[in-house]
């Protein structure tokens, strides 16, 4: 069998996705290394003081201290580049100071350095238009430097003599720009914007700024606005004042208000108005069109001309005019008072200082004018004092040592991160490197929490590493946020995510992992081109906190133990949603197709809504048995849960087939799918207003999912389909050895092909993987295959007849077909029947009746024993088959408690009828039971109780289907209109196809008294039936009943016993007995958990507390049960023999 079609042109393109060598060096180490390192803050751009007192305030010893040790590093604090082409600082830089010590060397009493810091905000010039662009930092409103003591510092440097000045510059260029972020329209993007005017009662249309520019020069000042109006159907528009002068008419186009439209209209405008007062009013009035509409203020910008003069204690200029190749300019400060320096701070990380004379009140120094400079004039009146933020340990991310695997999480996550490097260690010998956000923020981006310093990061490692130790996998551990300075309630933003800049558009902004992993020397992820391509397997488990990071990793260990092996292994499902004229049944149609084309080894089960009955309401059409399948599709197990259709973070599918309902019922911590849900916005995992039900399956509990490849935003089906197709196929196409690819590989892979091979950018960047990008399905790595048909080779033409006894034997392989001996386990064969086309019901008005095919009529399932690699399982086919011959179906799972193994044997047929009859008149012997088999008929249950149900008969249970009203079934509550068929849930018990059992997920029930009813068909179409009544009480309320203890009387030993609604769940149970006159004697204590309602754990010998035997006798115990905060008690007797 060749498990590995795939076509020309896919391999191509998958081996085309080659590596470019970058071209960035880095440093050995980081400065932070060695050495104490201590933190400080500023929020603006200043000249700032640091003398000694504040040293000791942050830790430092000054007494002895040498003023030349003192070092400051800093990165400067704007924003990041997030074109990997721009040059950057890989750590920090150490900016020249200067110190005032009074001349003695030594840094004491008051005593001070000083340094310019040009805060977290940064205009951009524009050399060619001789203007400036202010870019306001998304990220932190405080820049970080770091101090430390060693060495010789970095001193402020005196400026080259200049030619002669060919210029005089008395005034200068001045710029302003105000921008208050208050609100993100769609929770998505970068872009935030400021000040709302509405017409509403209690809002404005009028609003007026005030800037102070004293020395302003009767020349134009050019306003440069930025607005947003949201008016449905008609414009809106702003008129701008400037010193009360008409300075614009700003005009908002209409928005048509639907969803995927934009929700708001963006214009910008400059002008020039001619004024000369020093205080300029900047005023906006709106005019909103119609009634209801919404405007608001991004940010504007001044710019214009003044007098270069003191006026105040510190001054920062620049001046365009003066700019002349070759030449230099003579810069004129009026105002000046003895005392005032001048820094040239052009480059901000290597200030320096121009020499300057002072002639009465008249600063003025000459300089190179080549290109524009910029100037700091102050006096230490003008200097500002820093935020003391405390001592930072040694770190050297510089110098880390290749790894397989890259976590970057938050501080407060990384116990977690531990534990899961630890497993992979042991369980992959994975290398694994854990980094804080912190840490790479301080050597990356000089402290700012900036995306593009994680970017940076990994892309050091993959820059420096060969091919071979580059890592594979970057796992972002913790939650993202599109507020980055947390401005709203309950901001989780752990590790941050990137967001696109657009914010008004839905269809356009979202949020993407791809960003960190885009590592070659000229990607940008703004370009939105095809051709660059994700480098590394990136994944993220979106913990908002230590509690459910920890649930992820207790679920990724116990995915790869023997608890979670089992032939639901074999399983994938398959939904597809109603609508669009049948659009999302046909793309499952070709996913799954796809998929068996690639690997005809996994079994699939389709739950097509339009082929179940819809069901009208208050609420709109409802699909409950559809509900109903997913949750016991889940219970039972399936390695891939795959959906195609409509969607949101609240649900799957208009008609709500999966809701936080659905979610609250999943009972499957053995059995964690791969969700891929091919829709729209499911998991908008950066938003912490929106509890998504993606997020909730995989942090939420132990049952759920194990990963995502889901959607963080709105997204469309044929793109879907293309990156939902090239998944499966990739990640269900072993390599020789049989190994199948990490989530991360397949994920990348998939997403670099679809890229490439579509062209379409963002619509691929809207999916990611919620997961750990270094985990490997579960999917087997040998094989198995059948040899034998009862004592026989196989042959193409075996048929299996009705009521006919079959043995098949086999072997375990690995992927050569070679065997495996010393493989001792269990084998779980499934026998389907053949193929049925299945119509739909046309319930959509927009989706024609069509039809599809479903093997999923099961002849007989159940286990055996595998012994040396070797196999073999018998079984009577029932009489109720299809008898027209077709093609069946085996499929075949075998575990030894850590090796896998699966196959499948289609080469034979099924249909007609065997040479003799079965002597068997009796039906089945049907034992039920709720939730374990302690269960006694009228218990206590909770209200999503499991029902199982053992049978047993001689010739074996039919569960093939095809008799009319020969199925298995479920009656709850005498409800004869919802009978459930539970075939599909029943299995043969080991080494045997006369007994087996069903485990079946009840809904949910209401309080109170319920039976049910179940009805089977052994293979020779004999029945029976059974029923059971149980006793509901909601989970949330702790009930407890039938205290007792048994024997009693006893002479040795006793066990005390209760029933209980809390199945699966840690009881704190205490048992105090006292004698008849009150004294307490004994006090047994024990943690229990069962996974039925009976609890008969607790024996005691009849031993008092210190261990000697009771004297015969009456006794009184009260046995208190507690859950949580809820608690129960009941007192009783005892007799002693």
Same mark, same amino acid.
């Given at each position: 069998? $060749?498990?590995?079609?795939?076509?020309?042109?896919?391999?191509?393109?998958?081996?085309?996705?080659?590596?470019?060598?970058?071209?960035?060096?880095?440093?050995?180490?980081?400065?932070?290394?060695?050495? $104490?390192?201590?933190?400080?803050?500023?929020?603006?751009?200043?000249?700032?003081?640091?003398?000694?007192?504040?040293?000791?305030?942050?830790?430092?010893?000054?007494?002895?201290?040498?003023?030349?040790?003192?070092?400051?590093?800093?990165?400067?604090?704007?924003?990041?580049?997030?074109?990997?082409?721009?040059?950057?600082?890989?750590?920090?830089?150490?900016?020249?100071?200067?110190?005032?010590?009074?001349?003695?060397?030594?840094?004491? +009493?008051?005593?001070?350095?000083?340094?310019?810091?040009?805060?977290?905000?940064?205009?951009?010039?524009?050399?060619?238009?001789?203007?400036?662009?202010?870019?306001?930092?998304?990220?932190?409103?405080?820049?970080?430097?770091?101090?430390?003591?060693?060495?010789?510092?970095?001193?402020?440097?005196?400026?080259?003599?200049?030619?002669?000045?060919?210029?005089?510059?008395?005034?200068?260029?001045?710029?302003?720009?105000?921008?208050?972020?208050?609100?993100?329209?769609?929770?998505?993007?970068?872009?935030?914007?400021?000040?709302?005017?509405?017409?509403?009662?209690?809002?404005?249309?009028?609003?007026?700024?005030?800037?102070?520019?004293?020395?302003?020069?009767?020349?134009?000042?050019?306003?440069?606005?930025?607005?947003?109006?949201?008016?449905?159907?008609?414009?809106?528009?702003?008129?701008?004042?400037?010193?009360?002068?008409?300075?614009?008419?700003?005009?908002?186009?209409?928005?048509?208000?639907?969803?995927?439209?934009?929700?708001?209209?963006?214009?910008?405008?400059?002008?020039?108005?001619?004024?000369?007062?020093?205080?300029?009013?900047?005023?906006?009035?709106?005019?909103?069109?119609?009634?209801?509409?919404?405007?608001?203020? $991004?940010?504007?910008?001044?710019?214009?001309?003044?007098?270069?003069?003191?006026?105040?204690?510190?001054?920062?200029?620049?001046?365009?005019?003066?700019?002349?190749?070759?030449?230099?300019?003579?810069?004129?400060?009026?105002?000046?008072?003895?005392?005032?320096?001048?820094?040239?701070?052009?480059?901000?990380?290597?200030?320096?200082?121009?020499?300057?004379?002072?002639?009465?009140?008249?600063?003025?120094?000459?300089?190179?004018?080549?290109?524009?400079?910029?100037?700091?004039?102050?006096?230490?009146?003008?200097?500002?004092?820093?935020?003391?933020?405390?001592?930072?340990?040694?770190?050297?991310?510089?110098?880390?040592?290749?790894?397989?695997?890259?976590?970057?999480?938050? &501080?407060?996550?990384?116990?977690?991160?531990?534990?899961?490097?630890?497993?992979?260690?042991?369980?992959?010998?994975?290398?694994?490197?854990?980094?804080?956000?912190?840490?790479?923020?301080?050597?990356?981006?000089?402290?700012?929490?900036?995306?593009?310093?994680?970017?940076?990061?990994?892309?050091?490692?993959?820059?420096?590493?060969?091919?071979?130790?580059?890592?594979?996998?970057?796992?972002?551990?913790?939650?993202?946020?599109?507020?980055?300075?947390?401005?709203?309630?309950?901001?989780?933003?752990?590790?941050?995510?990137?967001?696109?800049?657009?914010?008004?558009?839905?269809?356009?902004?979202?949020?993407?992992?791809?960003?960190?992993?885009?590592?070659?020397?000229?990607?940008?992820?703004?370009?939105?081109?095809?051709?660059?391509?994700?480098?590394?397997?990136?994944?993220?488990?979106?913990?908002?906190?230590?509690?459910?990071?920890?649930?992820?990793?207790?679920?990724?260990?116990?995915?790869?133990?023997?608890?979670?092996?089992?032939?639901?292994?074999?399983?994938?499902?398959?939904?597809?949603?109603?609508?669009?004229?049948?659009?999302?049944?046909?793309?499952?149609?070709?996913?799954?197709?796809?998929?068996?084309?690639?690997?005809?080894?996994?079994?699939?089960?389709?739950?097509?809504?339009?082929?179940?009955?819809?069901?009208?309401?208050?609420? +709109?059409?409802?699909?409950?048995?559809?509900?109903?399948?997913?949750?016991?599709?889940?219970?039972?197990?399936?390695?891939?849960?795959?959906?195609?259709?409509?969607?949101?973070?609240?649900?799957?599918?208009?008609?709500?087939?999966?809701?936080?309902?659905?979610?609250?019922?999943?009972?499957?911590?053995?059995?964690?799918?791969?969700?891929?849900?091919?829709?729209?916005?499911?998991?908008?995992?950066?938003?912490?207003? %929106?509890?998504?039900?993606?997020?909730?399956?995989?942090?939420?509990?132990?049952?759920?999912?194990?990963?995502?490849?889901?959607?963080?935003?709105?997204?469309?089906?044929?793109?879907?389909?293309?990156?939902?197709?090239?998944?499966?196929?990739?990640?269900?196409?072993?390599?020789?050895?049989?190994?199948?690819?990490?989530?991360?590989?397949?994920?990348?892979?998939?997403?670099?092909?679809?890229?490439?091979?579509?062209?379409?950018?963002?619509?691929?960047?809207?999916?990611?993987?919620?997961?750990?990008?270094?985990?490997?399905?579960?999917?087997?790595?040998?094989?198995?295959?059948?040899?034998?048909?009862?004592?026989?080779?196989?042959?193409?033409?075996?048929?299996?007849?009705?009521?006919?006894?079959?043995?098949?034997?086999?072997?375990?392989?690995?992927?050569?077909?070679?065997?495996?001996?010393?493989?001792?386990?269990?084998?779980?064969?499934?026998?389907?029947?053949?193929?049925?086309?299945?119509?739909?019901?046309?319930?959509?008005?927009?989706?024609?009746?069509?039809?599809?095919?479903?093997?999923?009529?099961?002849?007989?399932?159940?286990?055996?024993?595998?012994?040396?690699?070797?196999?073999?399982?018998?079984?009577?086919?029932? %009489?109720?088959?299809?008898?027209?011959?077709?093609?069946?179906?085996?499929?075949?799972?075998?575990?030894?408690?850590?090796?896998?193994?699966?196959?499948?044997?289609?080469?034979?047929?099924?249909?007609?009828?065997?040479?003799?009859?079965?002597?068997?008149?009796?039906?089945?012997?049907?034992?039920?039971?709720?939730?374990?088999?302690?269960?006694?008929?009228?218990?206590?249950?909770?209200?999503?109780?499991?029902?199982?149900?053992?049978?047993?008969?001689?010739?074996?249970?039919?569960?093939?289907?095809?008799?009319?009203?020969?199925?298995?079934?479920?009656?709850?509550?005498?409800?004869?209109?919802?009978?459930?068929?539970?075939?599909?849930?029943?299995?043969?018990?080991?080494?045997?196809?006369?007994?087996?059992?069903?485990?079946?997920?009840?809904?949910?029930?209401?309080? +109170?008294?319920?039976?049910?009813?179940? %009805?089977?068909?052994?293979?020779?179409?004999?029945?029976?039936?059974?029923?059971?009544?149980?006793?509901?009480?909601?989970?949330? %309320?702790?009930?407890?009943?039938?205290?007792?203890?048994?024997?009693?009387?006893?002479?040795?030993?006793?066990?005390?016993?209760?029933?209980?609604?809390?199945? $699966?769940?840690?009881?704190?149970?205490?048992?105090?007995?006292?004698?008849?006159?009150?004294?307490?004697?004994?006090?047994?204590?024990?943690?229990?958990?069962?996974?039925?309602?009976?609890?008969?754990?607790?024996?005691?010998?009849?031993?008092?507390?210190? +261990?000697?035997?009771?004297?015969?006798?009456?006794?009184?115990?009260?046995?208190?049960?507690?859950? &949580?905060?809820?608690?129960?008690?009941?007192?009783?007797?005892?007799?002693?023999?």
């Amino acid at each position: 069998m $060749n498990l590995r079609r795939l076509s020309v042109t896919f391999l191509s393109i998958l081996l085309s996705l080659g590596y470019c060598p970058a071209q960035r060096a880095y440093n050995q180490h980081s400065a932070l290394a060695a050495g $104490n390192w201590y933190r400080i803050g500023v929020k603006q751009e200043g000249m700032y003081r640091v003398d000694a007192a504040f040293l000791g305030s942050l830790g430092i010893v000054t007494t002895g201290l040498s003023s030349a040790s003192i070092r400051l590093y800093g990165n400067g604090g704007s924003m990041l580049d997030e074109n990997n082409a721009t040059s950057r600082p890989d750590d920090l830089t150490e900016n020249p100071i200067e110190v005032f010590d009074g001349g003695d060397g030594q840094f004491s +009493g008051t005593d001070y350095f000083i340094f310019y810091a040009p805060g977290p905000q940064r205009w951009e010039k524009d050399s060619l238009n001789q203007a400036f662009h202010h870019r306001k930092n998304l990220y932190t409103d405080t820049a970080f430097y770091y101090i430390t003591i060693g060495g010789t510092g970095k001193r402020i440097g005196t400026n080259p003599t200049a030619a002669t000045p060919v210029s005089t510059v008395t005034s200068f260029n001045e710029r302003y720009f105000y921008e208050n972020d208050l609100i993100n329209f769609l929770n998505s993007g970068k872009e935030w914007y400021g000040e709302e005017f509405n017409s509403n009662a209690g809002g404005t249309v009028n609003r007026s700024f005030t800037v102070d520019w004293p020395g302003l020069q009767n020349q134009p000042v050019t306003l440069i606005t930025d607005l947003a109006g949201r008016s449905v159907g008609a414009p809106s528009s702003f008129a701008i004042k400037l010193n009360n002068q008409q300075a614009q008419t700003v005009t908002i186009p209409a928005v048509t208000g639907y969803f995927l439209d934009q929700f708001a209209a963006g214009a910008s405008q400059r002008s020039s108005t001619v004024t000369a007062q020093s205080s300029l009013s900047v005023s906006f009035s709106w005019n909103p069109g119609l009634a209801g509409a919404q405007g608001w203020l $991004n940010w504007f910008e001044l710019h214009g001309r003044r007098a270069l003069a003191m006026n105040g204690n510190i001054l920062f200029f620049r001046d365009w005019s003066s700019v002349n190749t070759g030449q230099s300019a003579r810069f004129q400060i009026g105002n000046a008072v003895a005392g005032t320096a001048v820094w040239e701070i052009t480059d901000p990380l290597a200030p320096s200082k121009p020499v300057t004379a002072i002639t009465g009140s008249q600063l003025s120094f000459d300089n190179d004018a080549s290109r524009l400079r910029e100037y700091v004039a102050f006096t230490n009146a003008g200097l500002s004092t820093p935020i003391a933020l405390g001592k930072l340990a040694n770190q050297d991310l510089h110098a880390i040592s290749p790894a397989d695997l890259l976590i970057i999480t938050h &501080g407060s996550l990384s116990g977690e991160a531990q534990r899961l490097a630890q497993f992979h260690q042991q369980h992959d010998g994975y290398k694994t490197v854990i980094v804080t956000t912190d840490q790479v923020f301080n050597e990356f981006s000089g402290g700012c929490p900036d995306p593009a310093a994680i970017r940076d990061f990994v892309k050091m490692y993959y820059d420096r590493m060969g091919t071979s130790q580059r890592p594979k996998y970057l796992l972002l551990l913790g939650s993202a946020s599109y507020d980055y300075r947390s401005r709203i309630s309950g901001n989780a933003n752990l590790v941050p995510g990137f967001e696109t800049a657009n914010s008004l558009e839905p269809l356009n902004s979202y949020t993407t992992d791809d960003f960190f992993g885009m590592l070659n020397d000229g990607d940008d992820i703004n370009r939105n081109d095809p051709g660059m391509l994700i480098d590394i397997g990136i994944g993220r488990i979106p913990a908002r906190n230590a509690a459910e990071a920890g649930i992820m990793v207790d679920k990724i260990i116990r995915y790869h133990s023997s608890a979670s092996l089992g032939a639901w292994r074999n399983q994938t499902v398959y939904v597809a949603d109603d609508q669009d004229n049948n659009l999302h049944l046909q793309d499952a149609e070709i996913i799954s197709a796809d998929a068996a084309a690639a690997n005809p080894l996994y079994n699939q089960y389709k739950i097509y809504l339009d082929a179940y009955p819809v069901v009208g309401g208050s609420g +709109g059409a409802r699909y409950p048995a559809v509900n109903e399948a997913i949750v016991n599709q889940v219970f039972t197990g399936a390695l891939i849960f795959n959906y195609s259709g409509h969607g949101s973070y609240q649900r799957l599918a208009e008609e709500a087939i999966l809701t936080q309902e659905e979610l609250n019922r999943f009972n499957n911590p053995d059995k964690l799918p791969l969700f891929i849900t091919a829709s729209c916005d499911f998991a908008p995992h950066d938003d912490p207003a %929106k509890n998504s039900l993606g997020a909730g399956i995989l942090t939420g509990n132990s049952n759920g999912a194990i990963a995502l490849l889901t959607t963080t935003r709105v997204v469309f089906a044929y793109s879907n389909r293309l990156i939902n197709d090239n998944y499966l196929r990739i990640a269900l196409t072993p390599n020789s050895a049989g190994r199948y690819l990490t989530l991360g590989e397949s994920v990348q892979q998939a997403k670099n092909f679809t890229m490439q091979s579509t062209g379409d950018v963002i619509n691929n960047r809207k999916f990611t993987l919620l997961g750990d990008p270094a985990m490997r399905m579960g999917f087997p790595d040998l094989r198995l295959q059948l040899t034998a048909l009862n004592g026989q080779p196989l042959t193409a033409g075996d048929t299996l007849r009705a009521l006919g006894k079959y043995a098949f034997s086999g072997i375990v392989t690995d992927a050569g077909g070679n065997p495996v001996p010393g493989f001792d386990g269990k084998l779980s064969a499934v026998v389907f029947d053949k193929a049925q086309q299945v119509k739909t019901l046309g319930n959509d008005p927009a989706s024609p009746v069509t039809s599809f095919s479903q093997q999923a009529g099961v002849l007989y399932k159940g286990d055996v024993t595998v012994k040396n690699g070797q196999f073999s399982f018998s079984f009577i086919m029932p %009489k109720d088959i299809s008898y027209q011959a077709g093609r069946g179906r085996i499929s075949l799972y075998a575990d030894d408690g850590t090796r896998a193994a699966n196959g499948v044997h289609d080469s034979f047929y099924i249909g007609g009828s065997g040479a003799g009859a079965v002597a068997d008149n009796q039906g089945p012997l049907i034992k039920p039971y709720i939730n374990d088999d302690q269960f006694m008929d009228g218990g206590l249950a909770n209200e999503n109780p499991v029902l199982l149900v053992k049978l047993s008969d001689s010739s074996g249970i039919s569960t093939s289907g095809n008799g009319i009203g020969h199925d298995i079934t479920l009656v709850i509550d005498g409800n004869e209109r919802n009978v459930q068929v539970l075939n599909a849930f029943y299995t043969a018990i080991r080494d045997s196809y006369q007994q087996g059992q069903i485990s079946f997920q009840l809904p949910l029930l209401s309080e +109170g008294l319920h039976t049910v009813r179940i %009805k089977a068909w052994d293979v020779a179409d004999n029945s029976s039936e059974a029923t059971l009544s149980f006793n509901v009480v909601k989970h949330e %309320k702790l009930a407890v009943t039938l205290v007792r203890n048994f024997p009693n009387p006893f002479t040795n030993t006793t066990t005390f016993g209760f029933e209980h609604n809390q199945p $699966n769940t840690d009881l704190d149970v205490t048992v105090l007995v006292y004698t008849r006159s009150g004294a307490l004697v004994k006090t047994i204590h024990q943690v229990v958990n069962t996974g039925g309602s009976r609890n008969c754990q607790l024996k005691w010998a009849g031993d008092n507390q210190a +261990g000697a035997k009771l004297a015969k006798g009456v006794y009184i115990y009260r046995v208190i049960v507690a859950a &949580g905060d809820q608690r129960s008690e009941s007192t009783q007797q005892l007799i002693i023999l």
